[in-house]
């Protein structure tokens, strides 16, 4: 069974900072590619950060020099590192997994955890 556990959301004020964890079993995860998602209140889901199984990364241009994606393939966990935190970071945030099940593509996601940054 997949599994994809997210962990240290929480309120924060404005500058603050937080860390996510994702920790993820039921998957090979040193071959998946890792992403963060948000969907704030009234608001599509969105794309955050994603980090490939080589290590490459790529962010919403709206957290660029604020937040950090990395993974420890030996935890099978991803991280998101959250800088300068502003009120409109205030979201649902989800981790997903693009893997390989039994040789099927397959996509998976966490129930999300809540961040809230306050003014």
């Known amino acids: 069974q997949v599994q994809l556990v997210e962990s240290g959301g929480g309120l924060v004020q404005a500058g603050g900072s937080l860390r996510l964890s994702c920790a993820a079993s039921g998957i090979i995860f040193s071959i998946s590619v890792m992403g963060w998602y948000r969907q704030a209140p009234g608001k599509q889901r969105e794309l955050v950060a994603r980090?490939?199984?080589?290590?490459?990364?790529n962010y919403a241009d709206s957290v660029k020099g604020r937040f950090t994606i990395s993974r420890d393939n030996a935890r099978n966990t991803v991280y998101l590192q959250m800088n300068s935190l502003k009120p409109e970071d205030t979201a649902v945030y989800y981790c997903n997994a693009d893997s390989v099940v039994v040789g099927v593509p397959m996509n998976f996601w966490g129930k999300g955890t809540l961040v809230i940054v306050s003014s």
């Open positions: 980090i490939t199984s080589g290590g490459s990364t």
